[in-house]
């Protein structure tokens, strides 16, 4: 990566407006933990439950960012930018309908949500109420990921990131303005985050309108192609359950070694997702630029883009593997760890950052298989590759041996999306793939 080729520039263009994105919504976050603070420790509690349950809301549903992108881009391609929108406005209407079934579904069953979570009696209550006057936001909070992708597939991830930041600044401020200066409580908190969580979806929704009656798409609902949509959504909806699933099982395999492996484990798991905003953010932009490149009928111009994005996704991970390691012994005073927290978390940090270049590699191949509409094959690698990790995690007997485990995984990420990506099969050109190609 000595020379910048117009591939560089073009992944930097998308990258960098991506990874701030993603970087404003935790640090926005954590201005709500900190407003809902001040309420005492039972508002926190009630609320990291009800944020885990909207959290995995919000990853089972990603797919309607994902598969909206992918299908705008490839008509973006090959210059059908009418059709290109149309695609988009089938991904909000998917996306209005499944967010008024969250609401639907999940009104009645907070209660059981919350204790399935394992909420403590005298925070239940409160934990409810916060998840039910978050649901009010779900229909908006589901728009702005299918926004996001519509704006995504139309080679624009600068508009996002402008929505993000002043979306979640404005979260921030109505949450102040609800829990402090009208003292609502933790019911504030949670009015706030879906008033801007609708508002953002507004801003979507008028641009892709406009956008709409500018190319002269129908703004009715197109049964076929929601359908379609749905289809090719359940593809990413069984590769995003395989990941919850290794997420899961790691996090209830360290709780079982005990407190200070679990403490330690959820602060490097917590510093990973942080390194893994800024290789997500190339996979991102891997979506747009090979979707768009399929969709033009530009096959070697994908395979250069997608050689030029590897670079990046190995050159990035060595920089940030080596961060991790300079920064590793001063992480356990970050987060006030004892001495026994402290030794586990020296036990896994050099796995964390030795796994950074490969995984580098796997957030990239990803993105350029989302891009070119092959998720029938990523579901098959998902399961594949949890079924590869479930043996030795469930035998791990020491932190280490677990984060050896994730390293299992990440390889055989690596194998299957590697093998893949060498091959052909993913390069099918066109403005739709009407039959995602098979394993």
């Not at 519509?150 to 921030?172: E, K, M, W, Y």
């Not at 049964?223 to 959504?233: P, Q, T």
């Not at 920089?319 to 012994?329: F, S």
Request: glycine share 12%; charged share 10%.
């Amino acid at each position: 990566m000595s020379s910048m080729s117009p591939d560089d520039r073009e992944i930097l263009r998308l990258a960098v407006p991506a990874f701030a994105a993603l970087v404003a919504e935790p640090l926005f976050l954590l201005a709500d933990y900190a407003i809902v603070g001040r309420l005492g420790t039972g508002a926190l509690g009630a609320l990291s439950v009800a944020g885990t349950i909207l959290a995995t809301i919000v990853n089972l549903c990603v797919f309607l960012a994902y598969g909206t992108t992918a299908a705008v881009a490839r008509r973006i391609g090959a210059g059908a930018r009418r059709e290109a929108v149309q695609g988009g406005m089938d991904g909000l209407w998917l996306a209005a309908a499944i967010g008024l079934a969250v609401v639907v579904v999940c009104w009645p069953l907070a209660p059981w949500l919350v204790g399935l979570v394992g909420a403590e009696p005298g925070i239940v209550d409160d934990a409810v109420t916060y998840l039910r006057v978050s649901l009010l936001g779900a229909p908006g909070m589901l728009l702005v990921l299918a926004g996001t992708g519509v704006l995504r597939g139309l080679q624009d991830t600068l508009t996002p990131l402008i929505v993000s930041v002043g979306g979640f600044a404005l979260n921030a401020a109505l949450n102040a303005w609800f829990v402090l200066g009208l003292d609502w409580g933790l019911a504030g908190s949670a009015s706030g985050t879906a008033a801007a969580q609708t508002l953002m979806a507004v801003t979507y929704l008028v641009m892709v309108v406009r956008g709409a009656r500018r190319e002269g798409a129908s703004l009715r609902p197109d049964i076929s192609g929601i359908k379609a949509s749905g289809l090719a959504g359940v593809a990413i909806l069984i590769r995003t359950l395989c990941l919850r699933v290794v997420l899961i099982v790691a996090t209830v395999m360290a709780a079982r070694m005990g407190t200070a492996q679990v403490a330690a484990h959820g602060i490097m798991f917590q510093i990973w997702t942080l390194l893994a905003f800024a290789l997500d953010a190339i996979a991102i932009a891997g979506q747009a630029i090979i979707g768009r490149q399929l969709g033009a009928g530009a096959l070697a111009a994908a395979r250069r883009a997608t050689w030029r994005m590897i670079l990046w996704g190995i050159g990035s991970g060595v920089v940030l593997g080596l961060g991790l390691l300079a920064a590793g012994p001063f992480v356990p005073a970050l987060f006030d760890a004892d001495a026994s927290v402290t030794a586990a978390l020296a036990s896994i940090v050099w796995i964390a950052a030795v796994l950074q270049p490969a995984a580098g590699v796997v957030f990239v191949l990803d993105g350029v298989l989302i891009g070119a509409g092959d998720q029938r094959y990523l579901a098959w690698a998902a399961v594949a590759t949890t079924i590869a990790f479930l043996p030795f995690a469930l035998v791990a007997g020491s932190l280490a041996g677990l984060w050896l485990a994730i390293g299992v995984w990440v390889a055989a990420r690596l194998i299957t999306l590697g093998t893949r990506a060498y091959g052909s099969k993913w390069l099918v050109a066109g403005p739709t793939v009407a039959k995602p190609p098979a394993p």
